[in-house]
């Protein structure tokens, strides 16, 4: 399909989502994730955040929740789901009875991705903060990842019946951070389902970082969280690094390949064989800066350097975690490598000149990325990261 085709269908979806959403009256909410390079955000402890990727602590002032969150009283859904630079702002009811998400587009055929607000979670976004997709075959439904919470696993399961009455028999989880598999409960519960995650995922579901987690959400969003449990991948993927298992289900098949642990306790790319298509997890950020608290910030560069040798030329469209879909040549790829790259050459120029990590991190700002969405929110603990990456490699 010609990528005026994808937009074209990307467009119609939407209209329909628009009208649906007129009709339920969702409201919408503006965008406000440009960092502060001058808001060292050190009361939210990123710094010291785990797998979860977001701190144990309930009560952020709301002037922050506002700075990084999602204000209700503006909306944009975007026209396409891909090659855009506009992420949708949407604030998302509380009591929505599990209703269809707004922001569905269907990217080629019988493969849709949900297109998330690029935020932190407050009461208005409700954890919608990141992507997820299904694809539709003859024989069933693959979902790829299950978005911030139960209720939002609910309403991607709803959002994947108005498309279809064919049962869901996969859930695929690129990783286990909060954005990508709190609503995989959901699914589960659902039964039938099976659920797909990397091993290092066990790690992290047994783990105290999952409650802390938990708790921090809970924070903004205690309804939408109820009954919310780890779920334990049934098909683990590990083994040698790169290495892929194939799924096939009717006329559709997909590999799903072993990235190491290079953002969280273990991440997975799958391949849509047939449609060309990545979805790549949080192995490159479209629009946004990436965060950085667990995973190696070297594995990060040698995932995108295997994705790139591997099918920057083959694949068609890459659907990162955050942010819009893209065509080749994928930029976001190259982008995110330039910041990781200069943050790990900053940071080891730092250590080397015996620089404290208080210092180093002070003197850590990227001017080139101030005005990149949750560059004041996630920069400074990237660079106490790194920093500590940097100091281990030299001791
Ligand atoms: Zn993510």
Request: charged letters at 25%.
């Given at each position: 399909m010609r990528r005026a085709d994808i937009?074209?269908?990307?467009?119609?979806?939407?209209?329909?989502?628009?009208?649906?959403?007129?009709?339920?009256?969702?409201?919408?909410?503006?965008?406000?994730?440009?960092?502060?390079?001058?808001?060292?955000?050190?009361?939210?402890?990123?710094a010291a955040e785990t797998a979860g990727g977001e701190a144990p602590v309930a009560a952020a002032d709301p002037e922050l929740r506002h700075e990084f969150g999602t204000p209700p009283d503006a909306r944009h859904v975007p026209e396409r789901a891909v090659d855009?630079?506009?992420?949708?702002?949407?604030?998302?009811?509380?009591?929505?009875e599990d209703r269809p998400l707004p922001t569905l587009y269907e990217v080629a055929e019988g493969v849709y991705m949900l297109f998330g607000n690029i935020a932190e979670v407050d009461e208005?976004?409700?954890?919608?903060?990141?992507?997820?997709?299904?694809?539709?075959?003859?024989?069933?439904?693959?979902?790829?990842?299950?978005?911030?919470?139960?209720?939002?696993?609910?309403?991607?399961?709803?959002?994947?019946?108005?498309?279809?009455?064919?049962p869901i028999k996969y859930l695929i989880l690129t990783h286990s951070h909060p954005d990508h598999s709190y609503g995989a409960v959901a699914f589960r519960r659902l039964g039938g389902v099976t659920v797909v995650g990397h091993e290092g995922t066990l790690d992290y579901i047994h783990s105290e970082r999952i409650d802390g987690s938990a708790e921090y959400r809970r924070g903004f969003i205690a309804e939408d969280m109820q009954g919310f449990e780890g779920v334990e991948p049934d098909v683990l993927i590990g083994g040698?690094?790169?290495?892929?298992?194939?799924?096939?289900?009717?006329?559709?098949?997909?590999?799903?390949?072993?990235?190491?642990?290079?953002?969280?306790?273990?991440?997975?790319?799958?391949?849509?064989?047939?449609?060309?298509?990545?979805?790549?997890?949080?192995?490159?950020?479209?629009?946004?800066?990436?965060?950085?608290?667990?995973?190696?910030?070297?594995?990060?560069?040698?995932?995108?350097?295997w994705l790139m040798e591997s099918f920057g030329e083959r694949a068609r469209l890459m659907v990162p975690g955050h942010g819009s879909a893209q065509t080749p040549p994928f930029p976001m790829v190259e982008r995110t490598r330039r910041y990781v790259t200069g943050l790990r050459r900053k940071m080891a120029r730092a250590v080397e000149q015996g620089w404290g990590l208080q210092k180093a991190v002070e003197r850590s700002h990227m001017p080139a990325w101030e005005e990149v969405r949750l560059y004041g929110l996630n920069h400074r603990p990237n660079a106490n990261f790194v920093y500590r990456e940097m100091e281990m490699a030299l001791f």
């Open positions: 937009m074209l269908i990307g467009a119609v979806i939407v209209l329909v989502a628009l009208g649906l959403l007129a009709g339920r009256g969702d409201h919408g909410s503006a965008d406000t994730t440009h960092g502060d390079p001058a808001e060292p955000a050190p009361h939210r402890s990123r855009t630079d506009e992420p949708p702002r949407l604030a998302l009811e509380p009591e929505a208005s976004n409700r954890g919608f903060n990141g992507n997820a997709g299904f694809v539709v075959t003859d024989a069933g439904v693959i979902a790829i990842d299950s978005l911030g919470s139960p209720e939002l696993g609910r309403r991607m399961i709803a959002t994947i019946r108005s498309v279809t009455d064919k040698e690094r790169f290495s892929k298992r194939s799924i096939h289900l009717g006329d559709r098949r997909l590999e799903v390949y072993n990235v190491g642990q290079h953002h969280s306790a273990g991440d997975l790319v799958v391949r849509q064989v047939e449609a060309r298509i990545l979805w790549i997890g949080d192995l490159a950020f479209n629009g946004r800066v990436t965060f950085m608290a667990d995973g190696h910030s070297k594995q990060i560069l040698e995932g995108q350097r």
